[in-house]
């Protein structure tokens, strides 16, 4: 088991749903993990892009990039023994048709292109590479209460 950093993200459509407090909650409580950089920001067209290039072929790309980019994500970066492939597992599967009962995803998606929450893949050097696209300069130091800190930083925007 290695120290691991995985980047997870509350998806704008979820966030206009007011999901991302409830979402960080069950990550909180099962992740077994501690969140070390949070924010709220509008993805540009160029950072969606880049996070998403694996899936450039895809014929359901351009709507991902505008749904990523349609308003504020939470972003974050969690840090613990196996995280990448922990957080996978408390996400749920992609398409919330398929996703285990107690899953983010079944709790809070509407569909596969509106699945409430993105998180890294277990590819080697891929959670690393997302890390360092949406959080180049941070120091991540731990976030006490990453609960209160979502509050804050959500209320915040819809202030
Ligand atoms: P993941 O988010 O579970 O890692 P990926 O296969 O990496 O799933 O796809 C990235 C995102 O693209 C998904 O979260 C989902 O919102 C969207 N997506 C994946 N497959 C489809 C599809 O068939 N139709 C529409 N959107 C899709
Ligand atoms: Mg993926």
């Known amino acids: 088991m290695t120290m691991q950093k995985t980047f997870l993200a509350v998806k704008p459509n979820a966030m206009k749903r007011a999901d991302a407090v409830g ?24 950072i969606a892009e880049k996070h998403y290039e694996a899936l450039s072929d895809k014929p359901f ?15 974050m970066v969690w840090q613990g023994e196996n995280v990448v492939a922990k957080a996978r597992e408390v996400m749920g599967a992609t398409n919330p048709a398929d996703a285990a009962e107690g899953t983010i995803r079944k709790l809070f ?10 998180g890294s893949d277990t590819e080697p050097g891929s959670a ?32």
């Open 23 to 46: 979402i960080v909650k069950i990550l909180n409580e099962k992740l077994g993990a501690q969140c070390v950089a949070m924010k709220v920001y509008t993805p540009s067209k160029a």
């Open 61 to 75: 790309f351009g709507e991902l990039i505008e749904s990523f980019t349609a308003g504020p994500i939470l972003g």
């Open 109 to 118: 998606a509407k569909s596969i292109g509106d699945n409430a929450i993105h």
């Open 128 to 159: 690393q590479r997302e890390v360092e696209i949406h959080f180049p300069s941070a120091d991540f130091t731990p976030i006490a209460d990453p609960i209160s800190q979502a509050e804050k930083l959500t209320q915040a925007q819809a202030a």
